[in-house]
């Protein structure tokens, strides 16, 4: 039964050491959940949030709020001001995580991290998304381009400014960037973006007056 105890105990901690990860995980590892308690009794797990746990010692970064609704949300893309905060073309810190779903897809029912949901479908949800981990877990976010695009198609929840000033940063890093960052923030991938979300009408006499 000890040896029982151990293995259990070493494939959570094992699963924990990748990052936050959720109660229902331990089911594919055919691990019963009383092994949560007994691993936070013990002073190894912490309970993140509801449904969400993570070692102790797992390191936390200035975007775990983010990591926190991708492993509870996975289907979640993480878009505008977060975004924005993400690939560093604000300065602002978002009080809530903004994240896109599929336009008929249920909100998420928690109420930490606080979320601003928005929704679409088709082309407008699924081109200009890309992935990177953060804290041993996988977060999808809309790319640089994207994420300016969906100011613009979102302009009455975040604001016409927000907007603007996300398209001064943008056109700004294009104009610094060389090699594969030139491309990932060029004006062509910047319209291309806008013609998906059919914003590009909206955005083009601010584009033309910046550049």
């Known amino acids: 039964m000890a040896q029982k105890r151990a293995t ?9 050491a990748r990052g936050p990860f959720r109660a229902r995980d331990l089911d594919a590892l055919g691990v019963p959940r009383t092994y949560l308690r007994r691993l936070i009794d ?9 449904g969400l746990y993570m070692a102790v010692d797992a390191p936390i970064t200035e975007l775990h709020s983010l990591v926190e609704v991708a492993a509870r949300v996975p289907h979640a893309v ?7 905060q993400v690939h560093e073309l604000t300065s602002e810190a978002p009080h809530a995580v903004w994240v896109l ?3 008929h897809a249920r909100a998420p029912a928690f109420t930490s991290p606080h979320l601003k ?13 890309e992935a990177r981990t953060v804290e041993g877990v996988r977060v999808k976010l809309t790319n640089p381009a994207k994420t ?3 100011c613009f198609r979102y302009r009455r929840h975040v604001g016409l400014e927000v907007a603007l000033s996300a398209l ?5 890093r ?10 990932r923030f060029s004006v062509d991938v910047l319209t291309g973006a806008a013609r998906v979300d059919r914003v590009y009408n909206v955005m083009r006499p601010y584009l033309e007056a910046l550049t």
């Open 42 to 50: 013990r002073g190894l797990l912490e309970q993140a949030a509801r």
């Open 78 to 84: 993480i878009c505008l001001l977060s975004a924005l």
């Open 174 to 183: 294009s104009r610094r960037s060389r090699g594969k960052d030139a491309q």
């Open 8 to 16: 259990g105990s070493a494939a959570v901690l094992g699963l924990a």
């Open 148 to 150: 300016v695009a969906d």
């Open 168 to 172: 001064r940063e943008y056109l700004i």
């Open 101 to 103: 779903i599929e336009t």
């Open 117 to 129: 949901i928005v929704r679409a479908g088709g082309a407008a949800l699924k081109r200009g998304v």
